[in-house]
């Protein structure tokens, strides 16, 4: 049996089980975690059990959550337990609980939360011109975009607990960056579980979750034969120092809440069914989310997903809706609509199944009919701009973008279409890889018909210039060389569940591909993105998250120090090519006590250039994925 037998754990057990140890025992945890795998066994009465040697058995007794949510839950029967090394091994290879099965953490901060749109900070979203400050240097407090765990709120600032709380996420942050992937082992760990309960208990669940994707994604690039993107991990270091050095700064309103997501009554409510999407993840869950559109042109949510893989997330499509009775199946509502009476609503648009609600179906409305057919009427560049700035602050009912394509062709791994009146040449790129899932195969067969018109509905890629990631697709009315789907469709083709057949196409055209099979490549639009020289400060960045700071400093040190910041400033990215000097700078700098012996150099200068280089690139790379739009 493997550890992925081992049940979840609460980051404040593991944390205080790491606190216990000598220095002598940290430095071996890491490789006593490592002995761990396979190691685990079921025990009676539900308890799983790990053993080392034939005298020394580690217990672990999960609650009825099935999280070990206390220390009295993990026992060892060696002779130094409870400050042992076997008990904090198996507590450290064991994965972390997710908040929603952790017992409630105390009543929320008295400060009501706070709602509304983020003042911009130093770097604002879209805004890649660059602007010198009065005085060189890192920016006291910067705010990546993405990070809305507090708002600058005039009247309203974060309690003192909230403000120790973010203290001490920075703490644990930036000596988690400057150790990196290859030093950030179980120690480094903990003392972000650590931090990640006390923002738990001082009422920021966002920064709680912002700290335990760090941990989680230190974990998965630290596994062998596990694939773990720079770039995912990058980005979770970004959101978690810049809403840490918010805090702890003391001068934005603290968004403060329950740890849960919280539903509030939405009276009587009429949504219209856009799609439905498979849901599959890394960890062994599946099912279905389908998009609905409310009033006034607010996008919901309803999803279903639960344990059980790819055969749950294919056969969810047809499942029977958990809301108000279960009067509509998912694939009849992605095509229909509900009427809510007692609606629950959380801040993020996901619908609830409370107890009181109860839903009506109602008729829905075909994708060239009103309120829907007003997604596809607004220029693409105001839509893409308005979908990737409501989709940073959290993820949820995240808008969807609408357009009216014509298909050029296949181009590398993706299909080139150009947007009808004018618009730019955009990329369709699969929204769901999995090839038991016919997302790549509706792709396939749709490029072999170059000409075609078609009305497409997906989420864009906002780390891929002029990227479009479909979920469902329809013909576009008026058109002749079109969809031609049938009546029951309802005017959409979900290319999660729906397979596109040959008679729901037009005729081909004489240079096509037989049979709907693509043709020959087409030639690929241009990407700014990739174009631009900001390619070598995301790899400066990424280098620090994968070797620490030493590894920022190695790099610096070669032998053309100019290689960096010459094409940045060539470019006209002078402030980009700045703040990665600073970074590489403040990366190499070796402090002396007054005998000119070297020590340690502290980790929150260095901190603060990684998260001012890293704000920057976000922003920048934001705004050329935006422009790449038009």
Not at 367 to 383: G, H, M, Y
Request: with cysteine; charged share 20%; glycine share 12%.
């Amino acid at each position: 049996m493997s550890t992925a037998s081992l049940p979840p754990v609460a980051p404040e057990v593991l944390a205080e089980a790491v606190e216990q140890l000598t220095a002598r025992l940290r430095k071996k945890l890491d490789a006593t975690v490592a002995e761990c795998a396979g190691r685990a066994a079921e025990g009676p009465d539900g308890t799983v059990e790990v053993r080392f040697g034939e005298d020394t058995l580690v217990i672990l007794r999960p609650g009825a959550s099935g999280a070990v949510t206390g220390p009295e839950q993990a026992v060892c029967t060696c002779l130094l337990a409870p400050r042992c090394l076997h008990r904090a091994a198996v507590l450290g290879a064991a994965p972390i609980a997710d908040g929603d099965v952790l017992p409630p953490a105390g009543p929320p901060s008295p400060e009501p939360p706070v709602s509304g749109p983020v003042a911009a900070g130093p770097v604002a979203a879209g805004a890649v011109a660059e602007s010198r400050p009065e005085a060189p240097g890192v920016p006291e407090a910067p705010e990546a975009p993405g990070v809305r765990e507090a708002s600058e709120v005039p009247g309203t600032s974060p309690s003192p607990a909230q403000v120790d709380a973010g203290a001490a996420l920075w703490r644990a942050a930036a000596e988690a960056l400057a150790a990196g992937v290859t030093a950030g082992g179980t120690v480094v760990q903990a003392e972000l579980l650590r931090a990640a309960h006390t923002a738990r208990l001082a009422g920021l669940p966002r920064a709680e979750a912002a700290a335990l994707a760090v941990v989680r994604g230190l974990r998965t690039a630290r596994e062998q034969g596990r694939e773990q993107r720079l770039s995912d991990l990058t980005a979770a270091f970004r959101e978690l120092l810049a809403g840490a050095v918010l805090l702890a700064s003391g001068t934005a309103g603290a968004a403060a809440g329950p740890g849960r997501r919280a539903y509030e009554q939405g009276g009587a409510l009429r949504v219209l069914g856009l799609c439905r999407e498979p849901v599959l993840s890394a960890t062994g869950y599946g099912g279905v989310t389908t998009h609905l559109l409310g009033p006034g042109g607010v996008f919901h949510i309803l999803s279903d997903v639960r344990p059980g893989g790819l055969a749950r997330a294919k056969g969810a499509g047809t499942a029977s809706v958990a809301l108000g009775g279960g009067v509509l199946d998912h694939a009849g509502l992605a095509r229909g609509g509900l009427l809510i009476a007692g609606a629950t609503v959380s801040a993020d648009g996901r619908l609830g199944a409370g107890r009181d609600v109860r839903a009506t179906p109602v008729r829905g409305a075909d994708w060239s009919e009103e309120p829907v057919a007003a997604l596809f009427a607004r220029p693409v560049r105001e839509a893409v701009t308005a979908v990737l700035d409501a989709a940073e602050p959290r993820g949820g009912a995240a808008p969807l973008l609408g357009c009216d394509v014509e298909v050029l062709g296949a181009a590398g791994d993706h299909l080139a279409v150009r947007v009808l009146g004018g618009g730019p040449v955009v990329r369709l790129c699969v929204a769901h890889p999995h090839p038991e899932l016919p997302h790549t195969a509706n792709l396939r067969r749709i490029g072999g018909f170059p000409g075609l018109a078609l009305r497409v509905l997906g989420r864009p890629d906002p780390e891929r210039a002029a990227t479009l990631r479909p979920l469902a697709v329809g013909p576009v009315p008026g058109a002749a060389h079109s969809l031609r789907l049938p009546e029951e469709w309802r005017g959409r083709a979900d290319l999660g569940y729906d397979r596109l057949q040959g008679d729901h196409f037009p005729r081909p055209a004489p240079d096509a591909a037989p049979d709907g099979v693509a043709g020959a490549p087409v030639q690929a639009g241009p990407d700014p993105l990739a174009d631009a020289p900001l390619w070598r400060v995301r790899r400066l960045l990424e280098t620090g998250v994968a070797g620490g700071r030493r590894a920022v400093a190695e790099a610096a040190r070669g032998a053309d120090r100019a290689a960096l910041p010459v094409p940045l400033r060539r470019a006209g990215l002078t402030v980009a090519a700045d703040l990665a000097e600073a970074l590489a700078a403040e990366a190499d700098r070796r402090p002396r006590d007054s005998f000119g012996r070297l020590k340690d150099a502290s980790s929150d200068a260095y901190a603060r250039a990684w998260l001012a280089s890293a704000v920057h690139l976000h922003a920048a790379e934001r705004s050329l994925v935006t422009a790449s739009w038009s």
